[in-house]
């Protein structure tokens, strides 16, 4: 047998179709759907098709010849995008649909179309493009020959898209949707030609598709205006790519201080953590790039491998036990209990003494392991620390390459809205990685100015990598079910309302953005726009919530953001400084136009795609929202306007610099 493999709608089911009807070829296929059970004996076929990965087919044999067929990934999502909703999930939205398969989220639509593509060309033994087979059917498929003994075939029976779309056909859509859906085979087989994704894919979807897929598109001759290599200059480009991730470079050992994967409150710095690490993992896996890398990860004292599922860690780390306490007395007590006796805590005697014993417990722990655990470190080539304040990890390291990830300069410039051991042990940590003349990483030219003006640290120790809003979490969502849905657990359905995600502390500002707020209800008494406020609460903020139109909802889950960002008529957020801002760029990447500090890191990743404001000028705050309220074209010049800005990062592009910079940092050890 050979597989045949393909990203769907790509020209799979034309081809086995000319197998059949030319050659006498008949074929089975492998999947994974639970609602269709696989062919018996599917492996006796000469011809099995898959769109699964290499690694998910049985058999899993890399000795199995492979055919694969290559499509513009535009017009292949485009196609999916409308057979989901026409066939596998009748009456979904086509943009949502859309969207999914350009995202591919957690590894769904068989890995996504560049995945897909780069994984099974790196195996097969012949690659045919779709759209040289639309053009030359049996020329094309005749290059069969090359791994399967095929009769000669008879060209006379040679199917179209034409015939095809009007009749039954031995493969193509299964047998219960002919019965269930009319006119299946035209739905089934579209328009059988290239560059049909111009009529379909909105700018914004393409400007989408192209900051997902774009890097492999250009590797394999697809360009940004719709034409293509040609034929000759295609196959060139599948030999080159079948060279360029062999890596004959030396193993290199990096480990990464990943302490906040176990923090149970996804802050910034736990999601910079998790959101590197699976992108990373994901470089490795799915395309091959800088496999010469073991990476481990260090979290709460253990050290586990970058290959391990990230969400597992939690559970296999134990917390000290004043953590453990106050996590189980978090859980147990309903908000309106805990956040009172909360306050109490912070301002009793007992807190100092169980942190006196925290610290205490840890200090006796680590010097008892310290110098152990530091010929263990020792082995690695460079240690990426992503907190400075668990640099006490390290402490006794003092000749050993380091890079620390520092997120922004708040416990200096900003003094009081931390507490006072956050500020020790932040500025601890920078003097520590000074003294040791560590490589620093800032996550925005900002934060790099901040950090020189204050430490003095010379400017070519210190490296600039932005991050991104996480793609698989953070999109618009164009399916009124599932908007209106969501919607409605908040009881906002319907409503206009601007909404706002952050912790409650004092750098955020929310007390005048609400009070702002206000200005804008007494200068409009008849409007109905409401203020969602959502966020965990924090620390030295106390918000008078009085306003029926102001709504509190506390901790939102990650997989109802999305939706309240969408359904928002703006996003503020006029913080008094940001080492990142990244909250604006997950509402950017949900099309939603967005209110912004105008200082710090905001001015640089947001800039003239937003709507500024200083965080003290209650008049301009509401102004900028009298206009997001009342001005619908506006309102969507910024929408798009935003969502370009936040689709140019990823967090594949963050961990392919900071890949790179660890290949330059052990370069020049």
Known sequence: MIWLASFPRSGNTFTRNILNDVYGQPSSEFHLQTEYGVEENYDQFPVVKTHLLPEQVIPNDPNIPVVYLLRDGRDSTVSMAHHTADIVKPGTDFM?????????????????????????????????????????????????????????????????????????????????????????????????????????????????FWSKHGEVMDLLGYHRDG?????????????????????????????????????????????????????????????????????????????????????????????????????????????????????????????????????????????????????????????????????????????????????????????????????????????????????????????????????????????????????????????????????????????????????LEPRKNLKNTLNAFLKLKEKYPDSKIKFVLAGKAGWKEKLNISHPDILAIGYVPDEDLSALLTGAVGFCYVSRYEGFGLPLLEAMRCMTPVIYGNNSSMKEMVGDKGLPADPDDLEQIAIQMSLLAFDEKLRKDFSEKGFKRAIELSWEKTALETLSLYEQLITVE
């Open 96 to 208: 949502q649909n859309m969207i999914e398969t350009i995202v591919a989220a957690e590894g769904s639509h068989f890995g996504g179309w560049s995945v897909n593509a780069l994984q099974w060309i790196r195996r097969a033994d012949v690659v045919i493009r779709y759209e040289d087979l639309v053009r030359d059917p049996i020329g094309q498929v005749e290059k069969f020959r090359k791994i399967l003994d095929m009769p000669e075939g008879n060209p006379e029976n040679l199917p179209t898209f034409k015939k095809l779309k009007a009749s039954k056909n031995p493969y193509g859509v299964r047998v219960r949707a002919k019965t269930e859906i009319a006119g299946v085979a035209n739905k089934f087989f579209r328009k059988g030609k290239s560059g049909a994704w111009k009529e379909e894919m909105p700018e914004m979807m393409h400007e989408l």
């Open 227 to 503: 034409t293509w290599a040609s034929e000759e200059e295609f196959q060139s480009k599948i030999a080159a790519i079948k060279k360029m991730y062999d890596s004959d470079k030396p193993k290199k050992r990096i480990l990464i201080e990943a302490g906040k994967l176990v923090d149970e409150h996804r802050d910034g710095v736990n999601r910079y953590v998790f959101s590197l690490c699976k992108a990373m993992d994901n470089l490795q896996k799915q395309k091959g790039k800088f496999t010469h890398f073991d990476i481990d990860l260090l979290v709460g004292g253990e050290i586990f491998s970058l290959q391990q599922d990230l969400k597992i860690t939690a559970q296999e780390v134990k917390p000290n036990w004043v953590e453990d306490t106050k996590s189980k007395i978090r859980k147990a007590l309903p908000a309106g209990v805990y956040d009172p006796l909360r306050e109490l805590y912070i301002k009793s005697p007992a807190r100092k003494v169980l942190e006196k014993q925290r610290m205490i417990s840890r200090a006796v722990l680590e010097r008892k392991n310290l110098i152990e655990s530091s010929k263990v470190f020792a082995e690695y080539d460079l240690i990426h620390v992503t907190l400075p304040q668990n640099y006490h990890y390290f402490r006794l390291m003092k000749d050993h390459p380091f890079l620390v990830t520092i997120h922004d300069m708040t416990h200096k410039l900003f003094p009081q809205y931390h507490l006072s051991a956050n500020i020790k042990n932040a500025e601890n940590g920078m003097q520590f990685f000074k003294e040791i003349d560590a490589d620093m990483l800032a996550v925005s030219e900002a934060t790099q100015t901040d950090l020189i003006a204050d430490t003095g640290v010379a400017k070519n120790k210190t490296h600039v990598v932005l991050e991104a809003a996480d793609e698989e979490r953070f999109n618009p969502i164009f399916d009124k079910r599932i908007l209106n849905q969501t919607l409605e657990k908040y009881n906002l359905n319907g409503e206009e309302y601007f909404f706002s995600l952050a912790t």
